[in-house]
């Protein structure tokens, strides 16, 4: 890796350090400037004397990293809500009706129930306040509504916290949105929303009606259903109206990446764009002119796709990529990886923690560093092998350096990744390039009937070819047991594996060595059985309760599940606490974890009254009961109700608990609850 500015490599990891540290371990404002003001003062000491002393020179490094990793530790403090003054976060009232003004930023996903929207916070109540929120809109005919960027909208609404994951290793759907500065959600009705006038013109809104002619036309053309949902999403970055089912098959098939436009397309754009321009303006005088055009499409081809935080990344990365093109420099990718983190990491410090930016960025690096290792493994003499290995090799080295992250973050494995890729990659500049000359005819009113019919037949084969790969389900490798731990050490293995292989030698294949036996203890730590747990999750509407024995998992629950691995809270035990056998058993109302009795209480309601003490009632189905007979059979025990029950009639029991002073755990409120049996 000859060529990298180190300077700026320890920057933007020491930044990236102070960014950590801000997030686990966050101090008020005001210590804070004590401790910076501490550090800018050491660093100043230290530089006086290094001038004078050149013996000195580490701690003026020392005192440079503890300066950097204090500018991350501020910056990241000073975009917490809390931090802002004029932040909506100090306005919230959940649950109260409040006055909001705001303006559209971007669709969502939306659900059954409501259409969900990014919103910018304009005012509450009167009061200026600046914040993104999710907004979500019920309409009562389930009629898609268009909320326009530009316009301003005025509505009564309540704030409400985002829900807490109420299931152990469930998705923290409020965390993923803290991400992306998102710390609240609005719930309106369509009647209780107003149009105000239009506000001042943005690029969001330009990038909104320029997609909206786009997809006008594309309607025009009568494309099957799937057909339009990829276009839709591979030209113009919409993927929130895309089939369940068709996100699920590109996953499956290791071809999800196809779908969100990132640095795949963007890097692809960059080559079509500068191998367009060099057969243009092929004159070396033209080398200026060809980067700030080069630029510009890359740019406006990002603002018109929304700009969404993978579009962000990939633009700014490729525009440094671009100017280390135009300078000649071989060593251009690598430097504008750190560049575009460094200064993406400034703006906006929760990036970090975005799956996106680390999947991003752990796939351009690899390409970057074990490309040309598995380059040198194979020399190809045609230009079909050529094609082919050259996709193989960026495929492979890609795959390998964010299988880590995704077997952590996802815990399954596409085996014919390989495959998926070879065939349709070397074809996505096609689709891409074909597809923009197609938008670009159609608004002009050019566009002939058989180009049109011949991409849409063009992407009925990839959807096609994505089903059939997505089909084979023996080589889809799921509910793989991968933790943190196992994460980091993977990695050690990985990159002590890459420099042996680029320069084998004794000291790199004893380092290795002992990576892979690090590896290896681990796992075995890892997969040692845990203690035993029943756990009793939240379902609305649903029992769901799991009996956790070494490493095996029994399942019991209310209703006939014929593949319990497709439940979510099921399917995320396993993949976090290893388990070798997972088995459905009947109905059970009795458990005992060491010398503690759990007694369960059906929709039948009956259980008898002369039963020994119990440590634990798990109250389920709804059952009609006498509650206070049943506090007072069981008065030293803990009362627990799941989802099944009505939750009207959980919160008359809570009640009643709270007032004899009784525990009482309600999952509506607190999540699953878990018995544990002390540690061996």
Known sequence: MKGIN???????????LGIIAAHYF???FSRFWMLGLGSFVIFGVVYILVRKLKSLRIYFTLSCALLLAFLG?????STQPKNQDNHYWHHLEPGKIQQVQFRILEERNSTSYAQQFTASLLSINGQSTLGRVLLQLRTGDNSIKKLVPDQGYLALGTFQPIPASKNPYQFDYGNFL???????????EEQDLVAL???????????????????KELLALHYEPLEYAVINALLLGERQHLPKVLREDYAAAGLIHILALSGLHIGILLLITSGILKVILSAKRYSLLRLLLTLLIISSFACIAGLSASLLRAATMFSFVAIG?????????????IISALILLWINPKMLFEVGFQLSYAAVFSILWIYPLIQRCYTARFKLDRLLWNTFSVSLSAQLGVLPLSLFYFHQFPGLFWLANLVVVPFLGIILGTGILLIGLALLNALPAFYADAYGNLIGLLNAFTQWIAEQEMFLVEHIYFTFFLLLTSYGVLITGVRFFKKPGIDRFLILTFGLLIFLGILLIEIQPKPDALVILHQNRKSLILMNRKNSLNIYTSDSITHPMKLGPISDWVENRFTSQVTLQNWCNYFEIDDRKILLIDRSGVYDLNLPKMDYVVITQAPRIHFDRLVNTFPDAVFIADGSNYKRDVLRWQQTCRKKEIPFHNTYEKGAYIIESAAD
């Open 325 to 337: 093109m135009s300078k000649g420099r071989q060593q251009a990718g690598y430097n504008a990886l």
């Open 73 to 77: 530790y501020g910056r990241s403090l």
């Open 6 to 16: 180190i300077p700026l490599l320890w920057c933007t990891l020491m930044l990236a």
């Open 178 to 188: 803290a991400n992306q500065k998102i710390y609240g959600q609005i719930i309106l």
């Open 197 to 215: 006038g239009s506000l001042s013109p943005s690029w969001r809104g330009w990038a909104f009606r320029f997609r909206e002619s786009v997809k």
């Open 26 to 28: 966050p101090m008020p």
